[in-house]
Antibody
Framework: QVQLVESGGGVVQPGGSLRLSCAAS????????MHWVRQAPGKGLEWVAF????????YYADSVKGRFTISRDNSKNTLYLQMNSLRAEDTAVYYC?????????????WGQGTLVTVSS | EIVLTQSPATLSLSPGERATLSCRASQSVSSYLAWYQQKPGQAPRLLIY???NRATGIPARFSGSGSGTDFTLTISSLEPEDFAVYYC??????????FGQGTRLEIK
């Protein structure tokens, strides 16, 4: 069965950096686009970033553009999110999510999420 | 940015009743709309995509309809496990994906 397991969350000071990982299994990882979606405490969902199945295209929400970098290692079935210049408003649970097809921007499987807290 | 407005914010119903949730887009999204269910402490679950297609494993009591700017998620007969928060999401102007603010479906 499809499994997505995030790791790397934690507490970081404003201006700091963090790298999230998402280990994928149960499907052909190299055939699907992958996303990061976040949810601030008690709030709704916000799409963060997308990477094409082969890593050739990457897109970001305006709120994180220039600060976050999405990447993947298809040999390790792992998705990453490098987060730099973190702000208090980046505090959220970060989910990795599988695209329903290669580039459809619907999310059919989600990880359990990893909490990132930006605070001094 | 396409804004999705969900109504009502909270819907109070009893098991066995019919639930009708609404999602309105600030401009046409054609049929590029999905619905998700989220329970406390859990990740969202995809229910419906492309406005009316049920995702794998989703019970037939869930159905979606609409196109353009007005969409509806209907749950024909509520089961106890259906009480949750529901979000709509558009992918019409990808990569600028947006979600609605959510409708909380609670037990009356």
């Amino acid at each position: 069965q499809v499994q997505l397991v995030e790791s790397g969350g934690g507490v970081v000071q404003p201006g700091g950096s963090l790298r999230l990982s998402c280990a994928a299994s149960g499907f052909t990882f190299s055939s699907y686009g992958m996303h990061w979606v976040r949810q601030a405490p008690g709030k709704g969902l916000e799409w963060v970033a997308f990477i094409r199945y082969d890593g050739s295209n990457k897109y970001y929400a305006d709120s994180v553009k220039g600060r976050f970098t999405i990447s993947r290692d298809n040999s390790k079935n792992t998705l990453y999110l490098q987060m730099n210049s973190l702000r208090a408003e980046d505090t959220a649970v970060y989910y990795c999510a599988k695209d329903i097809r290669t580039t459809d921007y619907y999310f059919d499987y989600w990880g359990q999420g990893t909490l990132v807290t930006v605070s001094s | 940015e396409i804004v999705l407005t969900q109504s009502p914010a909270t819907l109070s119903l009893s098991p066995g009743e019919r639930a009708t949730l609404s999602c309105r887009a600030s401009q046409s999204v054609s049929s590029y709309l999905a619905w998700y269910q989220q329970k406390p402490g859990q990740a969202p679950r995809l229910l419906i995509y492309d406005a009316s297609n049920r995702a794998t494993g989703i019970p037939a009591r869930f159905s979606g309809s609409g196109s353009g700017t007005d969409f509806t998620l209907t749950i024909s007969s509520l089961e106890p496990e259906d009480f949750a928060v529901y979000y709509c999401q558009q992918r019409s102007n990808w990569p600028q994906i947006t979600f609605g603010q959510g409708t909380r479906l609670e037990i009356k």
